[in-house]
């Protein structure tokens, strides 16, 4: 069964503007990965946050994680039309790795 | 380069003829799995193989069978495919220890 639950399905921002994007689970982690996903093209891995981490920066990536919420957030910062894809949660606990249905976002130009 | 190849990119079939979807890897990950993609459900697992010989059942294993005699191949076999197995099928290999996954390219299937 799915493990994360992003939150939006869908999302459509301008240019420049911050996208965030949630994501819920349910069981006990080892880590928390975030994955991009071109148009039915495979998915590309962007940032890992472990278990014992509350925050995580990457570029204009920006991920957090609550585990007392089961929760883990995604922000995008000045957000480009290059962004506009799928973006996907996976929970990973002992080499067991479920996604989420993902988010779609749409950056406009 | 670090890839993940699948074969073919896309397969049109007919229900009942056997097919089988290539996997190989070139980073010497002992973790393989496959997923399918179907709209509004993201990625379910198919099977997953921790190590040479080493094969589970993920959440949709019905109808589908894999095989793991070489570390860098994870091939996917569809004994009798039927019209609900058409789906973007995505093979993803990574090495143990919390690490990130690399997938090939996808192999968009139409069973007819």
Known sequence: SQQGEE???????????????????????????WYRQNSGRGLVHLILIR????????????????????????LITASRAADTASYFCATDNNNDMRF?????????P | EAQVTQNPRYLITVTGKKLTVTCSQNMNHEYMS????????????????MNVEVTDKGDV?????????????????????SPNQTSLYFCASRDRG??????GQGTRLTVV
Request: hydrophobic share 25%; glycine share 8%.
């Open chain 1, 51 to 74: 278990s014992n981490e509350r925050e995580k920066h990457r570029g204009r990536l920006r991920v957090t994680l609550d585990t007392s919420k089961k929760s883990s957030s995604l």
């Open chain 1, 7 to 33: 939150d939006p399905q869908a999302l459509s921002i301008q240019e420049g503007e911050n996208a965030t994007m949630n994501c819920s689970y349910k069981t006990s982690i080892n880590n928390l990965q």
């Open chain 2, 34 to 49: 496959w997923y399918r993609q179907d709209p509004g459900l993201g990625l379910r697992q198919i099977y997953y193989s």
């Open chain 2, 98 to 103: 919390g690490t990130e996954a690399f997938f």
């Open chain 2, 61 to 81: 294993p019905e109808g589908y069978k894999v095989s793991r005699k070489e570390k860098r191949n994870f091939p996917l076999i569809l004994e009798s495919p």
């Open chain 1, 100 to 108: 989420g249905a993902g988010t779609r976002l749409t950056v406009k």
